[in-house]
């Protein structure tokens, strides 16, 4: 699989033309979450940013047990990506 500083990205569980999501192991724990992977060209050309800025600070501040946790968000040259537990 692709390999971050401390994830190791393996399978992909979802796709869409725009976004996947891939099951990833953190290095030095094992631990396995999601990793949602928003292309950012798709967000630029559609004028979505303030639509992903929105999603992961709501994420951030959201504490309700119907809603998945956000572990993390960061980004690379190519995608956005928020991080979450794998269930």
């Given at each position: ?17 725009w976004a996947q999501v891939v099951l990833a192991t953190e290095k030095g724990t094992n631990k396995q979450m999601a990793i949602k992977m928003i292309d950012k ?47």
């Amino acid at each position: 699989g692709r390999v971050t500083k401390s994830l190791l990205l393996s399978t992909r569980v979802n796709a869409l033309f725009w976004a996947q999501v891939v099951l990833a192991t953190e290095k030095g724990t094992n631990k396995q979450m999601a990793i949602k992977m928003i292309d950012k060209n798709h967000i630029k050309k559609e004028k979505k940013t303030q639509y992903a800025v929105t999603e992961k600070d709501i994420l951030t501040k959201c504490n309700n047990k119907f809603i998945i946790k956000l572990h993390y968000a960061f980004q690379d040259d190519t995608y956005l990506c928020t991080s979450f537990p794998y269930l």
